[in-house]
Structure formats: structure tokens, C-alpha cells
């Protein structure tokens, strides 16, 4: 019996491990590494609690070496997708009955056995299926995994506290609910996290969730669905189901008790599921919930005050880390006449140093992009530019396939602020910048702001704090995180809600109360606690 008021406190962001030579940490994930290597695994689908192995699988391969094969996954079709939608629907009823702090208290275990046990299984999977460094997939598939979980629970106990006021003689208060129906969710490649927290964060807010994960991230994807098993998630609250997205649409997105839809990934995949709601809309149950985060074409402006060292750091790490994979990779730089000299010479300096590799080398910087049509796709970017009179490439530009889906980091230096690889979203360690004339500082900030049709992150340098001011006002919806002398990628869950509007999605913030709102239905109940008996209103009393 739920007789106590349960109280969850305010949770800390894990610590972000070194991996220094001779680290416990360093020895257990290159242990691991060696072991997923040699040893490939047979990915099910999960549905309803159960693993279903189907001859129909496909390979899951290094980016960095992709004749390494390191598994095998079960591919799911219609038949499986609509037992998908069953074990939701059969799940639903009890999971969202169960109380809130038994639902939380599943993925504050899977947060603590993630940080722990879970640690190097999960570091390695990413790491060798994505092509991520030892860095980057920490703070990824471990850190910001946990803190997702951690912070969410943390909101929706806040969220439930919240309740109306009730006059003398009534008691009225809100209650939470589940939305009336399933959660479809599709998760994309390049973060193990957001994977994670895309099914979670509806799931704790006692929804079922049918999930299809990116088909270059099922190998991590699958250790976080094992992982929630583990923590005690029951048998159909989560339905874990790589297959291809037509198949996902035609089946999950069209059910009639589909209640809302999370979302990461391309604007263009986004635009078609919307659409695909509304020329369906008279079939739903409810109105569903659309929430996505979608492409980027972010930027770094730079005005003549600003600090040449700290803007050329930003612009290599903010571009080229995890080869530029990350929708709030920085793509696009505004640099003013009278520091270009001094930026790219030390731009050169700097990339010149960056060693690209296999990522169990720990040396390397970057690694490998996700597949060969990611490859294609960035190549014919820079050959673009290389073919163009109105741009050049000035550092790297190399391309190589032969052991892995290797790209230099490449800067294509714009003659203007519309050029093509300024414009659209490439996805690839790719950086094109523009030099504008110091006297030209507000028009160039005009057309940083309506260039494209991207408003996720963007980060401005300067020393001089009008400057900041100013260009702070004339950016104000270019980017839904915003950085001032910082590289605008790294947002931290508790510290820098994350998400953009525009063609960039709903900036329903991941990692904020502001998401779980939109798991949430709410009912307002009022409860006299004398009630009137008297018809006439004490006006109606005559002369």
C-alpha cells in the first residue's frame, strides 16, 4: 500500500571517467573491446518480453574496419511489428497503474548498473559499432545515459507535486496520467543515449513504447534494452524492434491507438511521419503526440574581439569530434577580415595534428564516419566545393574507404554566405567558413540567422561584452542552445536543456520537465467536500 510520500533527490551528473594508462576503467574496456571483437552476438528482437530470432538478420559492422562483422540482428517485419503493437497495448493498463516510484525506481537501478557493471559492455558496443573514441562514447552511451535517467526521475516527481489550489469547502487536484494509447519511437545512430532515453523518459511516465533503433546503433541499443530487463522493466513496456522504416510506418505509425511519436533524427524522415499523422488523423484514438529533434547546420560567429586560441579550439572540437556526427556539430563559420589571417594559420596548426584511426587506438582524435552512404554522401560535398569558383578546400579533403569509412577533417572556405556546404546539413567533419568585412558585422549576423532553415545550437566569440549583447539579440532564433565562447556541442543533462526549433524540431528539450510534459495527459478533478443543496442563487432572493 502507497501510504508514505516517496521523495527522490536531486541527482548529480556522473562523473565523466579518464581512462588514463594503467585506470582500472582503461584495462576493463580494452578487455571488453577484445572481446566483442572476436566474438559476435545474435541480436533478437524483444517484444513483449520475448526474444525472437528470425532468418531474415542483417550485419552489424565496424565503421573503422568493416570487415570486422560484429553481429548479427534479427530484422523485424509486419507480422512482427503488429505483435509489437499487441504486447503494448496488453502492457498498458497495469503499467500505468503501477505507482510512479516503482516505475522510477526500474531506471534508477538501470542508471546504477550501467555506471557499474554495465560500464565497459556498453562503452565497447559503442565504440566498436559506432565509431566512437573512448571519450566521446563515455560521455555518451554511460554518462549522459545515466543522467538522463537519473534527472528524469527527478522531474516527474516535480511534475507530480505540482497541483491546484483548493478553496475552503473543495479539494481539487490533477492527476497525471499515461497518454490513451502506445509510444512509437525511432532513435538514430550517433548517440547511444538518446536511443535510451527516447524510449525511457515516455516508459517512466507510465507509457509503453515500441522502439525501432537506428539499424548502424542496434549492437549499444540492445545492451540498453538488456540493461532496462535487468532492472526489473516488465514484459512489454518496452518493445524492442530494428526493422526498416517503411515497415515501421506502415504498421506502428498508422495504428490507430498510436498516442505519440519521439523522435530523433533527419528533418526530412520527420516532415514524412508528420505528414503521415495528419492524412491519417481521423483514425487515431487521440491526437498524437509528435516530438522530434531533427537536423542542424550549426554555427560559430566570431567578431573582431574575439580570442583567436579559444575560437580556433572550438572550431576544431566543435567540428571534427566524433567526425562531426552530432547534430550540434558546428558546420558553418563566420569569421571577420581581420582575424582570418591568424585563424587559419592556426586552424592549419591544429588539424595538422589530429591523427584519425581505429578507436582502440587511443591516440586518435577522430575515427570513422557510420557507413559507406554516409561516406558517399559527404564526399560529394567536398568534391562540390573542390569543382566550384565560388569556394575552395583549404585543409584536408581526403576520402578513404579501403579498411574503413575514413574522412579527413575538411574546411572549404566560402567567397559567400549561401554557398551550398553553408546551407545544407552534411553530417561529416566537414566545416565550410565565410569572411566577412569587419564593417559588415550586422549583415553578416543577418544572414547567419536566416541562411537556413536549421535553429538547433550555434556559439558566438567575442571579448567586448556589448558585442556579446548585440549579436546575442540578433541570434535569438537561430539556436535553441546557444553558446557564448564555447564550442556549441556538449550539452550536459540538468545543465543545458537540449533541442532547437525551425527545421531543427519541437525544442521539446531532452533532458527537462518540458519533455515529460508531453508523456503526460492530465485530469482535473474537483471534489466538494459539502455539496450545496439550495438550487436559487442568493441573488435571486426578491425585494
Known sequence: MNNAYFQIRFPQNEPVKAYMPGSPERAALKAELEAQRIAPVEVPLIIGGREIFLEQTAD?????????????????????????????????????????????????????????????????????????????????????LADFLRFNAYYLQEIYKQQPISPDGFWNRVEYRALDGFVAAISPFNFAAIGGNLVSAPAMAGNTVIWKPSSTAVLSNYYVMKLFMEAGLPAGVINFVPCRGVDFGRVVINDPHMAGFHFTGSTEVFNGIWKQVGANIDKYVSYPRLVGETGGKDFIFAHPSADVESLVCAMLLGSFEYQGQKCSAASRAYIPQSLWEAVRARLESEVAQVRIGDVRDCTNLMNAVIDRKSFENIRSYIEFAEASSDAEVIIGGGCDDSVGYFVEPTVILARTPSFRTMVEEIFGPVLTVYVYPDEELDATLHACDTATRYALTGAIFAQDRQAVVDMERALSHAAGNFYINDKPTGAVVGQQPFGGSRGSGTNDKAGSAVNLYRWLSQRAIKETLVPRTVVNYPYMTAE
Not at 79 to 87: I, N, P
Not at 115 to 143: F, H, P, W
Open 60 to 144: 552489424i559492422v565496424c565503421p573503422h574496419d568493416h570487415r570486422t562483422v560484429l553481429g548479427r540482428y534479427s530484422v523485424a517485419g509486419e507480422k512482427e511489428l503488429q505483435l509489437a503493437v499487441e504486447a503494448a497495448e496488453a502492457a498498458r493498463a497495469t503499467w500505468e497503474a503501477m505507482p510512479w516510484e516503482q516505475r522510477a525506481t526500474i531506471f534508477l537501478k538501470a542508471a546504477d548498473l550501467l555506471t557499474g557493471k554495465y560500464r565497459a559492455k556498453m562503452s565497447a558496443a559503442c565504440m566498436l559499432g559506432q565509431s566512437k573514441n573512448i571519450y566521446q562514447s563515455e560521455i555518451d552511451s554511460v554518462c549522459e
